[in-house]
């Protein structure tokens, strides 16, 4: 199968109804067939083929839509991609992940030389060549292979990670059963697309879902757009969801449904707080590139909002030891997953997803707890917990004290070895403009709201902390 048949099945389905609403306007799902057909034909006339692997590179626009499913409609493996990155990062994915081609809306202020320009009905996609080698399949140990993502790397070297179109097609049908978005919806986008395409954007084309993207993530222009597109669910980041809560400007969405937090755990007070504010429950939503999206709390984001919530009906997902024995519910362990639309395999080294499951089981990288209930917690990375004299201390716990005080803006938690306790906790703070205070002030605050040795030892002011593409801080 190929992915790109979804558009023409939606259009044949849903064809006068708005697929896109954008700054430009509102686009049908025709309209949007019509510019895909266009666009595929253009990559095709300048040789890409079946076997290729291209980068779509565009800020959140309807021309990301058209940019890779027009890839798909060749036949070629794709690769989303920000264009916000620079030079050098553009480069190095290139020869890493080995894309024959790349092409972009004219965002990207270091796009490589172009080779050509295809006209769009607005705007133009920018078309070069990278000079790898087109002798070669891409990714010949996959069998029909649709998406190339890297791991976001936040504690080493990312990874690549290759989807078939099958596996894309199981995953969204799964996602479907918990989300159940159809015509009738529109969701209200303010993530970056080229983080979150292959289960979200597809989705929504799948099910004829409108997707309304915000031309900026200000709370008022957010608020505008959930308004003005009668926006039934709000896919944000904890960033968005605590902005929201923020606003001051009264205006309500009195059409939405319901508003999920991705990409990165979201505080309890965050939660409150839009709930406050909006009379909204958040539900958190757990993400993740190899499989998509197996866990949503959708039945206890009233109680605990801060828990990733339960398994979806496909998934089956279990709390393992060091030694991968099911842990009893409360303890906290290795996540691991097992379900449909699991990713095929890592481009480089060429690996297929049998020879790197473990019996079955995807290991997450993250460390959780369960309930006799089922609801599931997630408690830190693995890889970046910290050890005070046997206490295990998870650095995005202590984050989210640090974050709720008015001053922070944001905050990165890690260990420093020490001789005695083994690691101590430090910080690395961001301040909000404007508003001053000493490490002391921030030190008492954890201290009221955390157990000794989870409290910060030594707190550092610094300008910025290093993000991913998709706001995810970097550990390692």
Same mark, same amino acid.
């Given at each position: 199968?190929?992915?790109?048949?979804?558009?023409?099945?939606?259009?044949?389905?849903?064809?006068?109804?708005?697929?896109?609403?954008?700054?430009?306007?509102?686009?049908? *799902?025709?309209?949007?067939?019509?510019?895909?057909? /266009?666009?595929?034909?253009?990559?095709?006339?300048?040789?890409?083929?079946?076997?290729?692997?291209?980068?779509?590179?565009?800020?959140?626009?309807?021309?990301?839509?058209?940019?890779?499913?027009?890839?798909?409609?060749?036949?070629?493996?794709?690769?989303?991609?920000?264009? /916000?990155?620079?030079?050098?990062?553009?480069? /190095?994915?290139?020869?890493?992940?080995?894309?024959?081609?790349?092409?972009?809306?004219?965002?990207?202020?270091?796009?490589?030389?172009?080779?050509?320009?295809? =006209?769009?009905?607005?705007?133009?996609?920018?078309?070069?060549?990278?000079?790898?080698?087109?002798?070669?399949?891409?990714?010949?140990?996959?069998?029909?292979?649709?998406?190339?993502?890297?791991?976001?790397?936040?504690?080493?070297?990312?990874?690549?990670?290759? %989807?078939?179109?099958?596996?894309?097609?199981?995953?969204?049908?799964?996602?479907?059963?918990?989300?159940?978005?159809?015509?009738?919806?529109?969701?209200?986008?303010?993530?970056?697309? &080229?983080?979150?395409?292959?289960?979200?954007?597809?989705?929504?084309?799948? @099910?004829?879902?409108?997707?309304?993207?915000?031309?900026?993530?200000?709370?008022?222009?957010?608020?505008?757009?959930?308004?003005?597109?009668?926006?039934?669910?709000?896919?944000?980041?904890?960033?968005?969801?605590?902005?929201? &809560?923020?606003? /001051?400007?009264?205006?309500?969405?009195?059409?939405?449904?319901?508003?999920?937090?991705?990409?990165?755990?979201?505080?309890?007070?965050?939660?409150?707080?839009?709930?406050?504010?909006?009379?909204?429950?958040?539900?958190?939503?757990?993400?993740?590139?190899?499989?998509?999206?197996?866990?949503?709390?959708?039945?206890?984001?009233?109680?605990?909002?801060?828990?990733?919530?339960?398994?979806?009906?496909?998934?089956?997902?279990?709390?393992?030891?060091?030694?991968?024995?099911?842990?009893?519910?409360? @303890?906290?362990?290795?996540?691991?997953?097992?379900?449909?639309?699991? *990713?095929?395999?890592?481009?480089?080294?060429?690996?297929?997803?049998?020879?790197?499951?473990?019996?079955?089981?995807?290991?997450?990288?993250?460390?959780?707890?369960?309930?006799?209930?089922?609801?599931?917690?997630?408690?830190?990375?693995?890889?970046?917990?910290?050890?005070?004299?046997?206490?295990? %201390?998870? =650095?995005?716990?202590?984050?989210?004290?640090?974050?709720?005080?008015?001053?922070?803006?944001?905050?990165?938690?890690?260990?420093?070895?020490?001789?005695?306790?083994?690691?101590?906790?430090?910080?690395?703070?961001?301040?909000?403009?404007?508003?001053?205070?000493?490490?002391?002030?921030?030190?008492?605050?954890?201290?009221?709201?955390?157990?000794? @040795?989870?409290?910060?030892?030594?707190?550092?002011?610094?300008?910025?902390?290093?993000?991913?593409?998709?706001?995810?801080?970097?550990?390692?």
């Amino acid at each position: 199968m190929n992915l790109y048949e979804i558009i023409h099945h939606s259009s044949s389905q849903w064809g006068d109804r708005p697929a896109v609403y954008d700054e430009y306007g509102m686009l049908t *799902f025709r309209e949007l067939e019509e510019e895909i057909e /266009q666009l595929t034909a253009s990559l095709k006339a300048h040789g890409v083929r079946k076997g290729n692997a291209i980068g779509v590179m565009a800020r959140n626009s309807r021309q990301f839509i058209i940019g890779i499913f027009a890839g798909l409609g060749c036949e070629a493996t794709v690769m989303p991609l920000s264009h /916000q990155m620079k030079r050098s990062e553009i480069e /190095q994915i290139v020869q890493e992940a080995g894309l024959h081609f790349l092409i972009d809306d004219k965002s990207s202020l270091f796009f490589l030389a172009p080779k050509a320009e295809l =006209p769009m009905k607005i705007g133009a996609f920018r078309f070069a060549e990278t000079g790898v080698p087109q002798n070669g399949t891409f990714a010949p140990h996959i069998l029909n292979p649709a998406f190339v993502r890297f791991t976001s790397g936040t504690t080493g070297k990312s990874k690549g990670v290759v %989807v078939s179109h099958e596996s894309v097609l199981e995953r969204i049908q799964a996602a479907n059963k918990a989300l159940q978005l159809g015509s009738e919806d529109t969701v209200v986008w303010v993530l970056p697309m &080229a983080y979150h395409f292959m289960v979200s954007i597809v989705l929504y084309i799948y @099910y004829g879902t409108a997707i309304a993207i915000v031309k900026d993530f200000m709370a008022k222009t957010i608020l505008e757009y959930a308004n003005s597109c009668k926006g039934t669910l709000l896919y944000a980041s904890p960033m968005h969801i605590r902005m929201l &809560a923020s606003d /001051q400007s009264g205006v309500s969405m009195p059409t939405m449904k319901t508003v999920i937090s991705t990409s990165a755990g979201v505080s309890l007070e965050a939660c409150v707080a839009f709930k406050e504010r909006f009379g909204i429950d958040v539900s958190q939503a757990y993400g993740i590139i190899e499989i998509g999206l197996p866990i949503i709390n959708q039945k206890k984001s009233t109680e605990y909002p801060e828990a990733v919530g339960h398994a979806l009906p496909d998934y089956q997902v279990e709390i393992l030891d060091e030694n991968n024995i099911l842990l009893p519910p409360g @303890y906290i362990g290795r996540l691991a997953i097992k379900g449909p639309g699991m *990713f095929d395999g890592y481009l480089t080294p060429p690996r297929t997803k049998e020879e790197i499951l473990n019996e079955g089981w995807f290991m997450t990288g993250d460390l959780a707890s369960k309930t006799d209930t089922g609801l599931i917690k997630v408690e830190g990375r693995e890889k970046s917990m910290i050890n005070v004299s046997g206490n295990k %201390v998870f =650095p995005e716990e202590v984050e989210n004290v640090l974050n709720m005080h008015e001053a922070v803006a944001q905050s990165k938690i890690f260990g420093n070895k020490h001789v005695l306790m083994g690691e101590i906790v430090e910080a690395k703070v961001v301040l909000n403009k404007g508003i001053e205070v000493t490490p002391e002030v921030l030190i008492a605050w954890c201290r009221q709201r955390l157990s000794t @040795y989870k409290v910060p030892q030594v707190i550092h002011f610094v300008s910025e902390i290093e993000t991913t593409g998709s706001g995810k801080i970097v550990r390692h």
